[in-house]
């Protein structure tokens, strides 16, 4: 679950993630399955440790992607689309 902002989403982000700004994860716990583990990620890894921690708490197996985005590159995994990047936040 990326919880960037549009724009950072719009300019890459890993295959076949579900976008949902920071500020709307809250309003949309009904959308997301309980039964399956969730990972949250942003550019960094600094947002996205704010839902990962409170869909813990609420009783989510929910996770944090360590380094977020940059570190996903860095391991030189692939994100959409093929010419994206990391848009500055």
């Known amino acids: 679950m990326d919880v960037r902002e549009?724009?950072?989403h719009?300019?890459?982000h890993?295959?076949?993630d579900r976008h949902l700004d920071l500020q709307h994860v809250a309003l949309e716990t009904d959308?997301?399955?309980q039964d399956r583990p969730v990972i949250f990620y942003c550019r960094a890894g600094i947002r996205s440790a704010?839902?990962?921690?409170?869909f813990r708490a609420a009783g989510w197996e929910a996770y944090n992607l360590e380094g977020g985005l940059l570190a996903w590159i860095a391991a030189e995994e692939g994100?959409?689309?093929s010419d994206g990047r990391v848009a500055p936040h």
């Open 10 to 12: 719009e300019a890459g």
């Open 14 to 16: 890993i295959p076949g």
């Open 6 to 8: 549009t724009y950072e």
């Open 31 to 33: 959308s997301i399955d």
């Open 79 to 81: 994100i959409e689309p």
């Open 50 to 54: 704010m839902p990962t921690e409170a």
